[in-house]
């Protein structure tokens, strides 16, 4: 165990196992109301998943939709209509306990995180639900992001000790704007870069983990928790969880609560295989998320719900690795940009390629039962020489070598056969959507027809829908796509205060539970941006204030102005006609 602040203490009063945004929220939070809290984390950095996160929060009825009203370019949101939309997401497989604290007190953490822990976010109100379709989805107004945060400024030394996704300091709002890589302007994300200027997942780690270390939290990294302690008393007798034993022997004493915020189990691919829906080919998350919160708590008779559950995503293998372990590239613009398809392993399109990811993974895991085969895999995104000379291919650009990660063709009989799929099929495919993509139509799969398809296309296409182009000069290139996910979003079962509960629906006296070793809020759902780390930091806000014994409820004393990305971004340096780029 290295501390990397603070005396060590004999006990504490809350003992926190991991330091993603839920953990540091539950630290910050009981600190904050003069809790004694020392958060311990496995690997050598901070942060978890969430800091290598686009960072969003996905928060129903918020303080900024509520502050531009319900007028013209208003919002009109609830929490209910919210609720309704996720029970829809979810297909009804969630708790209501959970669900009614995620959207019932996002805000209330969300005020909270910034009035009393300094966490800055913007405002992105144009960025719809995922599905549109269902009720009570709203085509904007419930995601909001963190402001660029100054590393150096907020935690000297300490900022070498937080993850990072090795991504430039571009926040969410600006990738979105910008859509392809070859628009981004890179000058000037290296000089926010070099003046210490931190952005998305880094960036709201940073802030919750400044706010905790103000408010006397320690912290410490290579500590990996292995089991509880307990008094040995039953609960209704006093019995209570009273610390944790490290993998090294140490024991640390907590003289209130336990808080597991230790991530998935992603990475132990035998309980992954064991208890997924659908086998993982990849993820993106730290290689330290192996479950380790997860069997603490069963060793206690803690309940599991959920497991089957991840937060999928289409995924490609390029050579990315993190902690020296290779994982995997999430696709985003590769596959929604106009000019680009998907095809599964017969040649043919199989999906709308510009849904949500979570959604689209799932296409992904479909069995072909007759056949005892996958249905889709593998699968490639296919495009053409002109796809890649307009935005490039994740780090390639046009006129480099073609990397190994991508399969040319110089026709698309060519490239079928480097691919294995059907050459009829695939050129028979190309020519049909093209046909209608020139149209800004695609009557196979309804690709750019919702609010969320255009908002990840290009607005400047030259084709009458920003998210359909045809696909017409060679050379043609293909990229594989594997089923993968950010982490896994099942495990540890809960009470909407985050008390971990035993196999017969009891609370664990002095036991608590946060992030992705628990159940998701949200079950099999993925509502929208940000509906990983909104409910999570929720529910660590809720933790921290059970401890303390206060209101779930969190009044600020009055409405602050909304920041905006053009304030935040004028603030990061740039200015004038640099600042009329960087911002739509």
């Known amino acids: 165990m290295k501390y990397l602040n603070g005396t060590p203490q004999a006990t504490y009063d809350v003992v926190v196992l991991g330091s993603g945004a839920g953990a540091l929220t539950a630290a910050a939070t009981a600190a904050r109301a003069g809790k004694s809290v020392f958060v311990l984390e496995k690997a050598s950095l901070l942060g978890g998943t969430s800091a290598i996160s686009g960072g969003m929060l996905w928060i129903a009825a918020n303080h900024y939709a509520r502050q531009r009203g319900s007028g013209e370019g208003g919002f009109s949101d609830t929490a209910e209509a ?3 939309y996720v029970r ?6 969630g708790r209501e306990e959970l669900l009614d604290a995620a959207v019932s007190y996002g805000d209330s953490m969300l005020r909270y995180a910034e009035d009393e822990l300094g966490v800055r976010f913007l405002f992105l109100d144009n960025f719809p639900d995922y599905r549109q379709d ?3 989805a709203v085509d904007g107004g419930r995601t909001i992001e963190p402001q660029l945060a100054d590393i150096d400024e907020l935690l000297g030394d300490l900022g070498q000790h ?4 090795g991504r430039a300091p571009f926040t969410m709002q600006e990738y979105e704007d910008w859509g392809a890589f070859t628009r981004f302007p890179w000058d000037e994300l290296d000089a926010r870069a070099k003046a210490g200027l931190v952005a998305k997942g880094r960036a709201l780690i940073t802030m919750l983990l400044a706010a905790a270390v103000r408010d006397g939290v320690h912290v410490a990294v290579e500590a990996r928790g292995e089991r509880l302690l307990h008094n040995g008393q039953p609960a209704h007798d006093g019995g209570r969880v009273t610390g944790v034993v490290l993998a090294t022997g140490e024991e640390i004493a907590a003289g209130e609560a336990v ?5 998935g189990f992603e990475w132990d691919h035998a309980l992954a295989d064991s208890m997924l829906a659908s086998r993982l080919h990849t993820m993106c998350s730290p290689p330290t998320n192996e479950g380790d919160g997860l069997r603490m708590a069963q060793r206690l008779g803690a309940q599991t719900r959920g497991t089957r559950e991840a937060w999928w995503a289409p995924m490609s293998i390029t050579g990315d690795t993190r902690d020296g372990r290779p994982i995997g590239t999430l696709l985003r613009f590769e596959r929604q940009g106009p000019g680009s398809i998907m095809v599964n392993r017969h040649g043919r399109r199989f999906a709308n390629e510009s849904q949500n990811y979570n959604d689209l993974a799932r296409c992904l895991q479909s069995w072909d039962s007759p056949n005892n085969a996958t249905l889709n895999t593998p699968a490639h995104v296919v495009f053409d020489q002109a796809y890649l000379e307009r935005y490039g291919l994740l780090a390639h650009r046009a006129g480099e070598p073609t990397p190994d990660y991508l399969v040319e063709g110089a026709t698309l009989t060519e490239l079928a056969a480097k691919i294995s799929v059907p050459a009829a099929n695939l050129v028979a495919t190309v020519e049909r959507f093209n046909e209608f993509a020139v149209k800004g139509e695609d009557p196979d799969f309804h690709r750019g027809e919702t609010a969320y398809d255009r908002y990840w296309g290009d607005a400047g296409n030259a084709w009458p829908n920003p998210s359909l182009g045809p696909l017409e000069r060679g050379p043609f290139y293909a990229l594989e796509v594997v ?4 982490g896994t979003n099942g495990g540890i079962a809960t009470d909407g205060r985050a008390r971990v509960l035993d196999v017969d629906g009891a609370a664990i006296p002095g036991l608590f539970a946060v992030g992705n070793a628990t159940e998701s809020a949200y079950a099999a759902g993925y509502p929208g941006a940000g509906a990983t780390l909104g409910p999570l930091m929720t529910m660590g806000y809720l933790v921290g ?11 600020p004393a009055a409405d602050d102005a ?7 971004l004028a603030d990061a340096g740039l200015a004038g006609a640099e600042l009329e780029g960087a911002v739509r």
């Not at 808080?259 to 991530?263: A, L, P, R």
């Not at 909304?562 to 935040?568: A, F, L, Y």
């Open 545 to 555: 204030r059970t401890i303390a014994g206060q209101s779930a409820d969190y009044e």
């Open 82 to 84: 919210a609720a309704q």
């Open 483 to 486: 089923n993968g996910a950010f």
């Open 134 to 136: 269902l009720p009570g």
């Open 259 to 263: 808080v597991i915020g230790t991530g």
């Open 162 to 165: 937080v993850r990072s996704d």
């Open 562 to 568: 909304v920041p905006s990305v053009r304030g935040n």
């Open 88 to 93: 829809a997401v979810s297909r009804g497989r």
